[in-house]
C-alpha cells in the first residue's frame, strides 16, 4: 500500500515540502499559452472533455528539485510562494535554449511517497474517480437531459431530473462499467445505454396520452350547457382542458396547444405526438452532450 499521500492547494499558511515524493501537478494560470517544455509535465484543464491534459508524474527527493522519475533527469523545480493572503506551489522548468520559462502557480499538487508503481496507481485511480465525479455533474446538468426529463416530470425547471433509478442506471452504465479504449467503442455505449432511457420516456408519453385521451373523450364540448351560457366559451373551454392536463397529466399538458381552438380530443392526441417528437430531438441532443461529457480522459504518464 502507498505509505502517504498529500494534495496541496493554495493555503492560509506554508506547507511542509513534498520531501522523497511522486509528484503530480496541475495548473491553468498561465492562460492559453504553455511553453512548449511544460507540455506533459504539467496537467491542465482537469475535468474538462476533449481539453483535458494529464500530467506526467515526477520524482523529488529534497522537495524542492523535480526530475524524470526514469531518466532522472531535472525538469524543474518547485518554490511556495505568496499571492495575496495564500501561498502556492509554483513549478519552474529548467531553460530551454538559453530562455527560462514563466513559472507556474499550481492548482493542485499531489505528492506520494511509496514505491513508483504504488505511486503511478495511486495517482491514476484517484484522477479517474475525480474525472468521473466532475463528469457525473456535467452528465446531469445538461440541458438537453433537463428537456428530457421536463417530458418525464412534466414541469420545466432548471434543476429538474429524470427518475433517480434510471439516472443511476444510465450513470451507473456509463461511468462505472464502461471498458472503452476508443472513441468508437464510447459512442457505441453512450448509444446502446441512452436508448433504453429514451425508451423508457417515450412509454411514460405513451401512457400519458392514453389517461389524456380518456379526459378528452368525457370532457364537456364546447357547445354544452357547461359553456353555452359563458361570456367567453372559447377561453373557458381552453382554461378547463388545460387545468385538467395539468392536474392528471402533466407532461401532456405541457405539450398540449390549447389555445389552437380545437377539440379536446385533437388537442391531446396532437400533444402526444408532439410528446414523442420532443423526445427524440432531446434525446440526439442529449446522445451529442454525452459524447462530448464521455471523450476519453488521457492518463497519467
Not at 45 to 59: F, G, V
Not at 110 to 117: D, L, M, V
Not at 268 to 281: C, F, H, P, Q, R
Request: aromatic share 10%; with cysteine; charged share 25%.
Amino acid at each position: 500500500m502507498t505509505e502517504d499521500f498529500t494534495e496541496y492547494k493554495p493555503s492560509l499558511t506554508r506547507t511542509i515540502p513534498p520531501i522523497n515524493a511522486y509528484i503530480a501537478m496541475w495548473s491553468d494560470t498561465l492562460g492559453l499559452y504553455t511553453p512548449k517544455s511544460y507540455e506533459g509535465i504539467l496537467g491542465r484543464h482537469r475535468y474538462e472533455p476533449h481539453k483535458q491534459e494529464a500530467p506526467t508524474l515526477l520524482y523529488t527527493e529534497d522537495g524542492k528539485t523535480l526530475q524524470n522519475r526514469t531518466t532522472g533527469e531535472i525538469v524543474g523545480t518547485l518554490t511556495e510562494q505568496k499571492i495575496g493572503k495564500f501561498y502556492h506551489w509554483h513549478f519552474q522548468g529548467v531553460e530551454v535554449d538559453g530562455v527560462k520559462p514563466e513559472a507556474a502557480p499550481l492548482q493542485v499538487m499531489w505528492a506520494i511517497r511509496g514505491t513508483e508503481e504504488e505511486a503511478l496507481t495511486r495517482t491514476r485511480e484517484r484522477y479517474g474517480l475525480e474525472t468521473i465525479e466532475y463528469r457525473m455533474n456535467l452528465y446531469g446538468g445538461s440541458y438537453a437531459m433537463q428537456n428530457l426529463a421536463s417530458l418525464w416530470v412534466g414541469k420545466r425547471k432548471h434543476n429538474v431530473k429524470l427518475d433517480d433509478r434510471e439516472i443511476s442506471y444510465l450513470a451507473y452504465r456509463l461511468f462505472y462499467l464502461r471498458q472503452c479504449n476508443t472513441e468508437e467503442e464510447m459512442r457505441e455505449l453512450v448509444d446502446e445505454v441512452a436508448e433504453k432511457v429514451f425508451f423508457l420516456i417515450r412509454k411514460v408519453i405513451y401512457e400519458s396520452g392514453v389517461k389524456a385521451r380518456l379526459l378528452a373523450e368525457n370532457f364537456p364540448t364546447k357547445d354544452s350547457g357547461k359553456y353555452a351560457k359563458s361570456a367567453t366559451p372559447e377561453l373557458n373551454y381552453m382554461a378547463d382542458l388545460y387545468v385538467t392536463l395539468k392536474e392528471k397529466v402533466p407532461n401532456i399538458a405541457m405539450c398540449a396547444n390549447v389555445k389552437s381552438g380545437l377539440d379536446a380530443t385533437t388537442i391531446v392526441n396532437d400533444a402526444v405526438g408532439e410528446g414523442i417528437t420532443l423526445s427524440y430531438k432531446y434525446g440526439e441532443e442529449y446522445k451529442e452532450d454525452l459524447y462530448r461529457i464521455m471523450a476519453l480522459a488521457p492518463t497519467i504518464q
